[in-house]
């Protein structure tokens, strides 16, 4: 029986930075994986999550999403220190890396350590698949009393040999996959975001995309926004996102 991983809160000033550094580690190496060669026709994979969609689209969607949130986080850290000037057009990842230690007390510490964990996950998933783990979706427990509570937001991820006890490494809460989707995933037929729809899918369909993958579908007209919530973010039919994926599968084997 594995030691539950620690939760954040769990874990030494050290072993935050170690962490931070790590996921920053796999996100380099997963990174030239994630280029769509021009030309190449697509890469393809026989195996594991993704396997139904041409691996360039959402490697080239995830690489964009990378580049988007590492520009914000070294943006973020150089606010703290006008001294330190980020790289021009350069190293973003040594950039962070190299702040790791003060990021691991830092109040946005754990939103930048779970945004890399997510990154990481999702690169690995898809420059090296897997099919025995996939990622869930965000933790959307709220954790802390008396006005401060937040939504935890930790990436929860399943083991398909283990597929009964699934505990959040942020607060630790535990379910079974179906409550975990259940909590992530609005039920019955309402319409869902970006970011709701991409657990289903991978749950439903077994495909992996990344939320911008479907943004991106909304911008060729391939899939039409049928409201917004209450914080302005577009919402979907899940079926309709169920047939573009059928129909994007279809074109494939063709
Ligand atoms: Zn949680």
Redesign the pocket.
Known sequence: MNTPRPTWDEMSHADRAGHIRRQLATITKALPYLVDVVGSGGRTSSSGYGSRLPLNLPAFSLRAEIDRDLVFWAGSIRREHPDHPTPLGGDLIGYIRRHAFWAAEWTYGRRLAYELEDLAQDARNLAWPRSDQMSLGA?P?T?GADGEAVV???P?RVREDKPGEIR??????TDTIDGWLARIVPDASKPLTAEQLVPLLRRRLGVTVAPSTIRQWKRRGEIVAIGVDEQGRDLFDRHHAFLVVTRRDGRREA
């Open positions: 933790c427990n954790i935890c937001g930790a929860i959040c490494p942020g607060c630790g809460l």
